[in-house]
Antibody, heavy 119, light 110 residues
């Protein structure tokens, strides 16, 4: 059964870069026709799509975050990563990695990891 | 892109039916049959309940159904049960090849 696990620092300083990795187990990132990506949820608030990539290589980002976001993939490690630059307190959220049936049905979620932006 | 519009809260008694609306635009909900609905209990990751407007993933109760008319999608839960109390989110594919979520609806089972 495919599982996703987020990892990375739980505390990031303002203006620095948030970096998270999603490790995929029980299946391969590159062997199937799925979208893989990141979604976040500020404490007590709703879900926000950050971005995703298709197994063939196309990447898509939320327009409101596009200038600060990079999603990359390491197929040799069966991992994909999120980098968000110049973070502020508004970026404090639970970050989920996810797999979606094309194009948007997120059928598998990671457990989520809380990232707090604070000095 | 603007978030899809959902009511902040809905409520119903056990056994009743409720409907949650999700209003977008002709560039997202109205443009494609790619609307999904998620259920989220406190402290848990969301769970996919409906995809492609009206399809249920394996294992999801047939008490959950989805539909769409124009720029508005709807999630209906029939035969309300206590365990249905949760937050519900809609999402849609957009003409920019991105994804937009609704603000979420808190369902209270009275």
């Amino acid at each position: 059964q495919l599982q996703l696990q987020e990892s990375g620092p739980g505390l990031v300083k303002p203006s620095e870069t948030l970096s998270l990795t999603c490790t995929v187990s029980g299946g391969s990132i590159s062997s199937s026709s799925y979208y893989w990506g990141w979604i976040r949820q500020p404490p007590g608030k709703g879900l926000e799509w950050i971005g995703s990539f298709y197994y063939s290589g196309s990447t898509y980002y939320n327009p409101s975050l596009k200038s600060r976001v990079t999603i990359s993939v390491d197929t040799s490690k069966n991992q994909f990563s999120l980098k968000l630059t110049s973070v502020t307190a508004a970026d404090t959220a639970v970050y989920y990695c996810a797999r979606a049936k094309p194009p948007i049905a997120v059928e598998i979620w990671g457990q989520g990891t809380l990232v707090t932006v604070s000095s | 892109q603007s978030a899809l519009t959902q009511p902040a809260s809905v409520s119903g008694s056990p056994g009743q039916s409720i409907t949650i609306s999700c209003t977008g635009t002709s560039s997202d909900v109205g443009a494609y049959n790619y609307v999904s609905w998620y259920q989220q209990h406190p402290g848990k990751a969301p769970k996919l309940m409906i995809y492609d407007v009206s399809n249920r993933p394996s294992g999801v109760s047939n008490r959950f159904s989805g539909s769409k008319s124009g720029n508005t999608a709807s999630l209906t839960i029939s035969g309300l049960q206590a365990e249905d109390e949760a937050d519900y989110y809609c999402s849609s594919y957009t003409s920019s090849s991105t994804v937009v979520f609704g603000g979420g609806t808190k369902l209270t089972v009275l």
